[in-house]
């Protein structure tokens, strides 16, 4: 008897638990809007073993993903959707081919060369959005506003093509033949226009077609662009401390954890830059937006808040941008710990911006002013190029080593090289403006041969 009721008790409880209301629950999954079919269509198949036989690289990393661990293939992204215009002709050619293995193709299915973010949106809406609003979707803008190389035509366009652009991404274009023109493809540049009208590129850090949420994770998927003199990030990182432990222990860290649940302490040690910018810890979810978490814009000339920075505006406010990032640094450090750092930071920042910067750009604007400085063109007299290192070399530099905490590029490679230029600038230029003689403009500066005329996908006019 005792035995019935016991049973009885149980079954009212598991009755009751299944008539709560799943919103009820605090961590019940949000529904996404996308569904999967567990079975790969014919077409589908055929090319898995197209390309399984022409492209081996190709298909490995696709079935090493998670797309083919959940039946997503080649036609759930390159399947052309209506508006597409880069369809790949040249693939038309493998329709009709019996030398494959599994004989001749059945299947005409048009291809679109390009997966873009909106492709990508189909099953990750919430992540293409937070990236569309990001610094990285917007990039080409923030270059084209920014930087004299190509405001001011300074530099080829091969130069652009093989440098610039494969970062910040190309505005693609369709030739006259009807195919992307090759001087705009291939491309995966972060903040690459496309013809669909979305901005970026997921592959730039989920590297195709393995698309890898741990690859991303990683330091190695940032460095391929922030890195050099202008934006040293990686080299940075190397020297903290931040750095020092990952490469320490690297090789015990869970990079492969699902999406949202990669927590300090359990998966890893110390952060890796994704885990500070993009990362959910703590507090603060996931977010493709690496806009957030910013309190100062050190990439700027002078240093203003992100909701100040004139190329691209945040539209968010940098006291609660900064509270979120203290959240992340909660999940290892005490307050006091991460409130000394901020006031380092701040004091850094303006000590750059008062005595460097300032000074810098009012003696530049008065040599322009007595018309000792040509403004026709950028970079063709030393000043306007001495000018442009102290606030986009030396000067990022100690702005950035103060901010990710590496005292050699604070100090060394930051404020001590912007003391030796900013002298050597006031003094040329203190010398130019007592004696009244114009700057020397350099006749032989080769190939300042790029079109100034701004993207018209991007500024909805030309300027």
Known sequence: MRRTWMFLTIGLLVVGLMAVPAMAQPNFAKVKEYRIERSVPPEAQACIECHRATTPGVFADWAKSRHANANITCLDCHLVQPGDQDIAQDHEKYYSRSDMPWGEAKYKMPIASIVTPKDCSRCHPDEATQYSKSKHANTIEIMWKLDPWLNKGMNSDIERKTGCFNCHGTVITIDDSGKIDPNTWPNAGVGRLNLDGSKGSCTSCHTRHRFSVGEARKPEACDQCHLGPDHPQIEIYEESKHGTIYHAYQDEYNFDAAGGTWTAGVDYRAPTCAACHMSGSGKEPTSHDVTQRLSWETQAPLTVRPQDFKPFPSGTDWKVERQKMKNICSSCHGDSWINDFYDGFDKAVIEYNDLYFKPAKAKLDELYEKG??????????????????????????ARMGAMMMAPDYAWWHGFYECKLRFANYMEEANHLIETGQKAYIAKDFPNATGDTTRPVKIFGKTQ
């Open 372 to 397: 000792l400085l040509d403004k026709t063109k950028f970079f063709d007299e030393r000043l306007e190029v001495e000018y442009y290192e102290l606030w986009h070399h030396e000067g990022r530099r």
